[in-house]
Antibody, heavy 121, light 112 residues
Framework: HITLKESGPTLVRPTQTLTLTCTFS??????????VGWIRQTPGKALEWLTL???????RYRSSLENRLTITKDTSRNQVVLTMTNMDPVDTATYYC?????????????WGQGTLVSVST | DIVMTQSPLSLPVTPGEPASISCRSS???????????LEWYLQKPGQSPQLLIY???ERASGVPDRFSGSGSGTDFTLKISRVEADDVGLYYC?????????FGQGTKLEIK
């Protein structure tokens, strides 16, 4: 039974760095063909993929945000961490941690509950 | 980036009636390996999105057979054979053929 849960601040100030942690269970990120990523949903309900880290530590980033995003994994703690620098009010969104079984053709088959992050002074 | 366009954006449906959502991509989603990387998600009110269909027509685990996906190349359809009250929410198509994965705008299904 795969579960993921996001944790981190609910409010950040403009220009600050956001750090979100995804703690997961029910699988190992050492398993070939799996990955964990982040997707955000704007207040207007648009979904935007941000980044994905693969079982072999390969990483992919959204090109428009690549200079602001970092994704890392700690397989011993079953965690994936997202950092996003220089936060702006337009980054206000619900951030979801997602599991990927990309090798089976299922890109985002499990989602966390999401965490709402507001960017404001 | 591949642009995904859904229609309609709002879909009122009477329970027991069928429903259909269209999704078009700006480029073919057919990979050289023969697979088509198109997925459908449902976000019920107050919940996270959940995977319904992957590889264009494969139902995810636990998804009722009332839901079916079809299409090829750049044109895809999600069909619900008989809508139930529990089917309300936002439906999104998503392409995974190229990075970045991109989503359609979402279609809001509501019960008449």
């Amino acid at each position: 039974h795969i579960t993921l849960k996001e944790s981190g601040p609910t409010l950040v100030r403009p220009t600050q760095t956001l750090t979100l942690t995804c703690t997961f269970s029910g699988f190992s990120l050492n398993t070939r063909g799996m990955g964990v990523g982040w997707i955000r949903q704007t207040p207007g309900k648009a979904l935007e993929w941000l980044t994905l880290i693969y079982w072999d530590d390969d990483k992919r980033y959204r090109s428009s945000l690549e200079n602001r995003l970092t994704i890392t994994k700690d397989t011993s703690r079953n965690q994936v961490v997202l950092t996003m620098t220089n936060m702006d009010p337009v980054d206000t969104a619900t951030y979801y941690c997602v599991h990927s079984s990309y090798a089976s053709g299922k890109y985002f088959d499990f989602w966390g509950q999401g965490t709402l992050v507001s960017v404001s002074t | 980036d591949i642009v995904m366009t859904q229609s309609p954006l709002s879909l009122p449906v009477t329970p027991g009636e069928p429903a259909s959502i269209s999704c078009r991509s700006s480029q073919s989603l057919l990979h050289a390996n023969g697979y088509t990387y198109l997925e459908w998600y449902l976000q019920k009110p107050g919940q996270s999105p959940q995977l319904l269909i992957y590889l264009g027509s494969e139902r995810a685990s636990g998804v009722p057979d009332r839901f079916s996906g079809s299409g090829s190349g750049t044109d895809f359809t999600l069909k619900i054979s008989r809508v139930e009250a529990d089917d309300v929410g936002l439906y999104y198509c998503m392409q995974a053929r190229q990075t970045p994965p991109t989503f359609g705008q979402g279609t809001k299904l509501e019960i008449k």
